[in-house]
Each structure stands twice: as structure tokens, then as C-alpha cells.
């Protein structure tokens, strides 16, 4: 009986899922995304129309569909311009997801950012996120700024963490599969586990 017990009680944990999302032209080989999904099975990519011609509706169609996969208990894995994807999902989707984790979230007015080739992705929504969010910011990003990302996480209610100058936290960052980003996201999901919602919080700075 107790052997039955314990095998009913695995049963009703939740299996966690992770839906990597990257952004403008997919993440390369180098990057901590790819690293992160090649290392871990609960990890997996959706699967957008066109990575170097995005179109913002075809992605919602994607994300949807990824979600749907994985299920509501799915954590999704943002990075870039995938960040604002999350942000118009929310507000347009009738899924949701358990959490976000959106790192390096880029600034449509920002002279890095690719306009022609994002043109449906520069309105930026305001309103709250419906689920559970964590913003990750480099102190020297150029598609978006400490100040720019702070106000994102505050309009969305996203508890934000700033990173020292790590430019915009991909591949050209040099961080390998980016050890400290992936207890960031542990600790999330550990938070999430624990009390099915994360509250805002004021804004961390980590050196």
C-alpha cells in the first residue's frame, strides 16, 4: 500500500516543461539557448514560419502551438525579440503558460533593432502579463537599456534582475551554455513550484 502511495503521489507531480523561444534569425550554435535544449529533453524549440523574416501573427500561431504541446505547466525561454513575442501572446492567446523567463528583452525604438525586418513587432504592449514573468537585463545591452527594461518589467509585472555588462546575452557574450541565467531559470521554476504564482518584486541587481 505505502509502494502504491508513493507511485500515486509521482504520478500527480507536475512534469515541467520548457519552451525555448529565441529570437530574430534562431539561436545559433553557440548560443546558451541551444545549449540549454541540447542538454536537457524538457527543453524544446518552437517552431516559427521564418526565423529571419519574422511576422509576429505566424509567430503567435507557433507559440500556441508549442504551448499546446507542452501543455499549461510549460515555462517559456525568451530571449530578444521572442521577449515582445511573449508580451503580444499574452495579451492576444486565449493559452497561457506557468511563467516566462524573458532575457534581454529589445527595444523597437533602440538604433539596434531590426525594424524592416520586425516591422509587426514594435508595439509593445503595457498591460500585465497573465502569468508569472522574470525579466533578465545586461547593464550594457544595446537593443535595450537598463531603464527601457526596468519599465518593461514594471508595466508587465516582472520581477526584474540586472546582470553586469554582459552586451546583449547571446553568443557574442562569450557565456558558454551561461551557467548563472540557467539557476536564475531553476530558481523560477523552483518559486513557481512552490507557490503556483510569483508576485512583482523591486528590481534585483546581481554583479
Given at each position: 500500500?505505502?509502494?502504491?502511495r508513493?507511485?500515486?503521489?509521482d504520478?500527480?507531480?507536475?512534469?515541467?516543461?520548457?519552451?525555448i523561444?529565441p529570437?530574430?534569425?534562431?539561436?545559433?550554435?553557440?548560443?546558451?539557448?541551444?545549449?540549454?535544449?541540447?542538454?536537457?529533453?524538457?527543453?524544446?524549440?518552437?517552431?516559427?514560419?521564418?526565423?529571419?523574416?519574422?511576422?509576429?501573427?505566424?509567430?503567435?500561431?507557433?507559440l500556441?502551438?508549442?504551448?499546446?504541446?507542452?501543455g499549461?505547466?510549460?515555462?517559456?525561454?525568451?530571449?530578444?525579440?521572442?521577449?515582445?513575442l511573449?508580451?503580444?501572446?499574452?495579451a492576444?492567446s486565449?493559452?497561457?503558460?506557468?511563467?516566462?523567463f524573458?532575457?534581454s528583452?529589445?527595444?523597437?525604438q533602440s538604433?539596434a533593432?531590426p525594424?524592416?525586418?520586425?516591422?509587426?513587432?514594435?508595439?509593445?504592449?503595457?498591460?500585465?502579463?497573465?502569468?508569472?514573468?522574470?525579466?533578465?537585463?545586461?547593464?550594457?545591452?544595446?537593443?535595450?537599456?537598463?531603464?527601457?527594461?526596468?519599465?518593461?518589467?514594471?508595466?508587465w509585472?516582472?520581477?526584474?534582475?540586472?546582470?553586469?555588462?554582459?552586451?546583449?546575452?547571446n553568443?557574442?557574450?562569450?557565456?558558454?551554455?551561461?551557467?548563472?541565467?540557467?539557476?536564475?531559470?531553476?530558481?523560477?521554476?523552483?518559486?513557481?513550484?512552490?507557490?503556483?504564482?510569483?508576485?512583482?518584486?523591486?528590481?534585483?541587481?546581481?554583479?
Amino acid at each position: 500500500m505505502a509502494a502504491d502511495r508513493r507511485e500515486s503521489s509521482d504520478e500527480e507531480k507536475i512534469v515541467r516543461r520548457f519552451v525555448i523561444l529565441p529570437g530574430i534569425g534562431g539561436s545559433g550554435e553557440r548560443h546558451w539557448q541551444t545549449l540549454w535544449e541540447r542538454c536537457d529533453p524538457a527543453m524544446r524549440r518552437f517552431r516559427p514560419a521564418s526565423w529571419d523574416a519574422p511576422v509576429l501573427g505566424q509567430w503567435i500561431v507557433a507559440l500556441d502551438e508549442a504551448v499546446g504541446e507542452a501543455g499549461p505547466s510549460c515555462i517559456l525561454v525568451a530571449h530578444s525579440l521572442a521577449c515582445l513575442l511573449v508580451a503580444n501572446w499574452s495579451a492576444r492567446s486565449s493559452l497561457a503558460a506557468a511563467g516566462a523567463f524573458l532575457v534581454s528583452v529589445p527595444n523597437p525604438q533602440s538604433a539596434a533593432f531590426p525594424t524592416s525586418a520586425a516591422a509587426s513587432f514594435t508595439t509593445v504592449p503595457a498591460a500585465p502579463l497573465r502569468f508569472p514573468t522574470r525579466i533578465v537585463a545586461s547593464g550594457n545591452d544595446p537593443f535595450g537599456s537598463v531603464i527601457y527594461q526596468r519599465r518593461c518589467a514594471e508595466q508587465w509585472g516582472s520581477r526584474f534582475i540586472e546582470l553586469s555588462a554582459l552586451g546583449h546575452i547571446n553568443a557574442a557574450s562569450g557565456l558558454g551554455d551561461w551557467p548563472e541565467g540557467l539557476h536564475l531559470l531553476r530558481e523560477f521554476a523552483e518559486e513557481i513550484e512552490r507557490v503556483g504564482a510569483v508576485p512583482p518584486a523591486k528590481g534585483e541587481r546581481l554583479a
